[in-house]
Every structure is written in structure tokens, then in C-alpha cells.
């Protein structure tokens, strides 16, 4: 693995998850997303949104990733998996 979750502690400012399964959205393909490392103030946001827990982990992932809630909901869940995992390692191994 080159720029996907390569350990528990991923100290690194973003990273590229190339998706398994590509897809089109809006005139758009999207084959990767590039996630930045979480601030608290994206965790507080997640939080204070009023909404399933689902939803909100699909808020805190359309900011990282810079792209709408929408897209994140088209993902396969495979790949939506392969950001979570990406986001617990900027976490350092540890889930919220």
C-alpha cells in the first residue's frame, strides 16, 4: 500500500483512498477522495447535528474529504469502510 491506511497511527496531513468502486455523481467520476486530518472543530460540528449517527458520520467525512454529504452516500460500503478506517488511523487507532 502506498498512500492508503498503512498503520493504527497515521500522522500524515491527508491521504489518497483510491475507491474499489468507482462512480459517477453530477458529471463527476470519482475513483479517489483525498481526506484531511480531522480537527475538533469538524468532530463538534458532527456532533451538534441534529440527525442519525449515520448522518453524522457522513457530515464529518464530506468535510474531510472536501465534497458533498451526497457523495459520500453514494459510496459502496466497502469503500465507505476504507474511510473510516482512514479516518481512526489520523486518530490514531482509536474510533470516536
Known amino acids: 500500500m502506498t498512500d492508503e491506511v498503512e498503520a493504527k497511527k497515521d500522522m500524515r496531513l491527508s491521504a489518497d483512498?483510491?475507491?474499489d468502486f468507482p462512480f459517477d455523481k453530477d458529471g463527476?467520476?470519482?475513483?479517489?477522495?483525498?481526506m484531511r486530518r480531522p480537527k475538533t472543530k469538524?468532530?463538534?460540528k458532527a456532533a451538534k447535528f441534529k440527525g442519525h449517527d449515520a448522518d453524522k458520520g457522513i457530515l464529518l467525512l464530506a468535510d474531510?474529504?472536501?465534497?458533498?454529504?451526497d457523495v459520500i452516500a453514494e459510496l459502496d460500503e466497502?469503500?465507505?469502510m476504507k474511510l473510516g478506517a482512514q479516518?481512526?488511523?489520523f486518530r490514531g487507532g482509536q474510533s470516536s
Open 17 to 19: 483512498i483510491t475507491l
Open 42 to 44: 469538524d468532530s463538534l
Open 78 to 80: 466497502i469503500d465507505a
Open 87 to 89: 479516518l481512526d488511523a
Open 28 to 34: 463527476k467520476t470519482y475513483s479517489s477522495l483525498t
Open 64 to 69: 474531510l474529504c472536501n465534497v458533498s454529504p
